[in-house]
């Protein structure tokens, strides 16, 4: 793609940086701001940077927050025994939504993944097992995604905690509400079978 | 969507009024910005502000250009006397990647559409019909979207220079090269019979 402009060059280089967005569409997305008014860019460059220099992460869960610790975690109707072990802040987001959560998050800010380079220390893996070892932890609840990656992930942790009193679960893996059973994969359906709950309980859920 | 941050919100806001992206791949975006190295995001932020207080456009032709006159217009190996006739600035990167064309262009800014608002005074088709008018123009070629706006505004510039000594031209329509004839629209299978070039014409273009 040759350019006529080293400015419009630069800006397409940068936004095709970002995952999912290739040249043409970077190029579509910078003609499209010089068609708005000058203060949506500027907005949207400063919104950028002030991001990067001033966002914090909740010193206590690692969840990202504008004060040391976020919301959540100084929630005192919230239970405070009760962590959700979570992957990043997306998920935080996803279970807040249903509702149906009323005890506190941990942010791992990823999975073991040694193909990508990430051991257990470039998680938040050490500050987890503190919170536990400190005593005051009844439940650690596994919301990991269910992948090879997720399944390490809650096996490494659940070994570093289990010799401390702390109750471990995951989050149900099932048919989704909705969802017809024939168009089921084995696994799941095999481990929604396994794990079935006494039929009251799912009278109460929806 | 509930957020955690008030510097995220704002972030993610801004990304999402950008066409196409939603939300959650504001959210995405986002959030891989803040695993990367800090510079990235700083770079596409000045990237953003320095295209649009310094990007200037073309006085000949109208395209983006860094210099009061573009390169495209200054090189005197390419012919002076044709003229281009496209909507916006990927159309002249398209037609400058075929490297079939040598003349100059114009860069109308957008096609003539009532509905949306763009009149005719909302283009650059003044300073157009200005170079045919000083009379140094030998052909206009009309290189816009074969839509009722494309082919309105083409009429609407035909109109205003078709009293001056110039010969006008639009691109030919007609099968893309290696499309099966089976699946072509009847609409361009007729436009390309009616249009149809001497058999040496398209052995030399191939």
């Given at each position: 793609?040759?350019?006529?402009?080293?400015?419009?060059?630069?800006?397409?280089?940068?936004?095709?940086?970002?995952?999912?967005?290739?040249?043409?569409?970077?190029?579509?997305?910078?003609?499209?701001?010089?068609?708005?008014?000058?203060?949506?860019?500027?907005?949207?460059?400063?919104?950028?940077?002030?991001?990067?220099?001033?966002?914090?992460?909740?010193?206590?869960?690692?969840?990202?927050?504008?004060?040391?610790?976020?919301?959540?975690?100084?929630?005192?109707?919230?239970?405070?025994?009760?962590?959700?072990?979570?992957?990043?802040?997306?998920?935080?987001?996803?279970?807040?939504?249903?509702?149906?959560?009323?005890?506190?998050?941990?942010?791992?800010?990823?999975?073991?993944?040694?193909?990508?380079?990430?051991?257990?220390?470039?998680?938040?893996?050490?500050?987890?097992?503190?919170?536990?070892?400190?005593?005051?932890?009844?439940?650690?609840?596994?919301?990991?995604?269910?992948?090879?990656?997720?399944?390490?992930?809650?096996?490494?942790?659940?070994?570093q905690i289990e010799k401390y009193e702390v109750k471990t679960s995951?989050?149900?893996?099932?048919?989704?509400?909705?969802?017809?059973?024939?168009?089921?994969?084995?696994?799941?359906?095999?481990?929604?079978?396994?794990?079935?709950?006494?039929?009251?309980?799912?009278?109460?859920?929806?």
């Amino acid at each position: 793609m040759e350019f006529s402009s080293r400015l419009l060059e630069n800006a397409v280089n940068e936004i095709s940086q970002l995952p999912g967005i290739g040249k043409r569409t970077a190029l579509r997305l910078v003609l499209h701001l010089l068609r708005q008014p000058e203060s949506q860019t500027m907005h949207l460059a400063s919104a950028l940077q002030d991001l990067r220099t001033e966002i914090k992460h909740c010193k206590s869960c690692h969840n990202i927050s504008d004060v040391e610790i976020c919301d959540i975690c100084v929630n005192l109707n919230r239970q405070q025994d009760i962590i959700c072990v979570v992957e990043d802040i997306r998920d935080v987001m996803a279970i807040e939504s249903t509702s149906q959560y009323k005890g506190l998050y941990h942010v791992l800010g990823g999975k073991i993944s040694p193909l990508d380079g990430i051991g257990p220390h470039n998680l938040t893996i050490g500050s987890l097992v503190e919170k536990v070892q400190a005593g005051k932890v009844k439940e650690i609840i596994f919301a990991l995604s269910s992948t090879m990656e997720g399944d390490t992930t809650n096996f490494y942790i659940y070994k570093q905690i289990e010799k401390y009193e702390v109750k471990t679960s995951t989050i149900a893996r099932g048919i989704s509400v909705g969802d017809e059973l024939e168009y089921a994969d084995e696994v799941t359906l095999g481990r929604s079978i396994l794990n079935r709950v006494p039929f009251e309980n799912s009278l109460k859920s929806s």
